[in-house]
């Protein structure tokens, strides 16, 4: 375990600074000179109420999860290791549909900079579906070999079955989620970011982790309870962004 952490800190590490050194290097494309140096209360100001609802915004999708986790302690070792694998290999496979859905954002804040908000429009669409092909097919692979790929990580029997039921079903949930992730960015790349925040305080907080509770403890499914809410969180976000987003008012928010 400690390796790992240390292994972490200087790969990032390492990242951190190969990336100042590109800055920094003569010939840039960003020019950095000494005189850029210097602190600007004001711009600092600016840029933390700029970016305070959309921190808010990931702190609650992150914050959900140890919720999450908070139930599915209560079934065990095996279950929060199995819950811990399937997680992980969920949250890879999603990095691909992150970039797609941040490109949405940028295409739409483009689109509306030049005036056009039906391109924005359509664009988003047209994203959330290619999103739901690729996460669809992700998905059922998932629900095909999730035994083996479940195996790459542990051979405890007790733990892969957790770890299997995991992926099987919150895969179930990646089609909704495909034109969820798109809709929710193309708000922020619309300039209204306090509506995915709200969107996702009341799914993931409001909805899924009292379903999860209901589900797993007071109805007594168990692990799989938690793994049900998951599915149903994914749609429910898919379904409230699609419906706000068909309203249509994050175009004169902005224009």
């Known amino acids: 375990m400690t390796g790992a952490a240390i292994a972490t800190t200087i790969g990032r590490g390492t990242g951190a600074l190969y990336a100042l050194s590109r800055l920094f290097r003569p010939g840039s494309r960003v020019d950095i000179q000494r005189r850029h140096l210097r602190l600007e209360p004001a711009l600092m100001i600016r840029l933390v109420q700029l970016s305070a609802s959309g921190t808010f915004q990931v702190f609650i999708g992150m914050a959900s999860w140890i919720g999450l986790i ?9 279950a929060l290791a199995g819950y811990t694998i399937g997680i992980r290999v969920i949250v890879f496979a999603l990095l691909p549909s992150w970039g797609m859905s941040n490109a949405a954002a940028t295409m739409v804040g483009q689109a509306l900079g030049a005036g056009k908000p039906e391109r924005a429009e359509r664009a988003v669409w047209q994203a959330g579906f290619y999103n739901m092909c690729f996460l669809g097919i992700i998905g059922l692979v998932f629900v095909l070999f999730a035994k083996p790929i479940v195996g790459i990580f542990t051979s405890d029997p007790n733990v892969a079955k ?18 969820g992730m798109v809709l929710t960015q193309s708000f922020n790349g619309a300039g209204d970011t306090w509506t995915p925040t709200l969107i996702n305080l009341f799914v993931f907080w409001l909805w899924e982790i009292p379903l999860a509770y209901l589900l797993a403890i007071v109805l007594d499914f168990g692990p799989f309870g938690v793994f049900l809410a998951m599915t149903i969180a994914f749609s429910t976000l898919a379904v409230v962004s699609a419906v706000l987003f068909r309203k249509g008012k994050w175009k004169a928010g902005v224009l």
């Open 70 to 78: 908070r139930i599915i302690s209560t079934f065990g070792s095996d």
């Open 162 to 179: 957790h770890a299997v039921s995991c992926l099987r079903v919150v895969a179930c949930g990646f089609l909704f989620y495909g034109y």
